[in-house]
């Protein structure tokens, strides 16, 4: 019988085990599967330590991109940031090539951060939160990635393409149409002069950030990486507040922004833009939702899950924030 052609696959962890051992000199390796998603991860541990495998999906990023992803880790940690290194093998390498059943797949051996997640932790946190990001950007700061460049078509024209495929004519589209033509006209107003230029994280957030028992921050997860306005962060960062109490969010907004100027300053245009880039941010992540359906966002993407998200979500924080589309 024929082999049958396959689109998505998950790989075996206890092969895996047993190619990172090879591969890494690691005695006794074990592996488990974390998370099966965007990427695949994995927790592999030893008797004395542990790491995190990414699995890349197939076509889902370029040897070039990840490459890039993994030079400005090391430029990150060159200067100081705590941050999930990756690691080479023997042989010096740090990106393994797979021959997975639905072709190449690439994989990175990360250092595993210190501590864990947590889901809702104190606004002194934040701040501490907003000074790493604050240093981070002070070494991203006009440092160039071969990777995407984020403006107005790969933040929101783009992905609402992807959006309108899923999502059909009704009050939560009409929304989204006229939210899409504010943002076209409030990206022609900005003052780009004033904006400060870089590599840029894109995900920063308590999903992809592990703290200690020091409550010392370690930032892992640039898959999304790439070129583009650092205030991008910035107001990502802030999404995460909007479901909140009121008065809880705006103390946490402004102890991480607080964090974030103690160390450098966000400009008035920077600070000015922010409600505006998450309003674009939501349009992003919505449409990666989208173009990834067939082997991971389907377990929950919907027509039924992308009205509640746009009328609970994307059209309460427009209105949280004063947004007339």
Known sequence: MAQFPVSNSTLSAPHLAQFVGQQYLLDKAACRIIKAGVNDTYKITTASEQFVLRVYSCNWRSKTGISEELRLIKHLADSGISVSQPLPDKDGKLVQELDAPEGLRYAVLFSYAKGEK????????????????????????????????????????DPFELIKTFLPGGEEMDFMKKAEQYLLHEFSKFKTAELRYGAVHMDIWFDNMNIDSHDKITLFDFDFCGNGWLCLDVAYYTLQFVERDENECKQKTESFLQGYGSVTSLSAEERRLLPTLGLAMYFFYLGVQCSRFDNWSNVFLNETYLKRYVTAVVKRFADINGIKV
């Open 118 to 157: 947590r889901h809702n932790y104190s606004a002194e946190l934040h701040h501490e939160a907003g000074v790493l990001m604050a240093q981070m950007h002070n070494a991203t700061e006009n440092y160039g990635l071969d990777r995407v460049h984020y403006t107005a078509s790969s933040l929101f024209t």
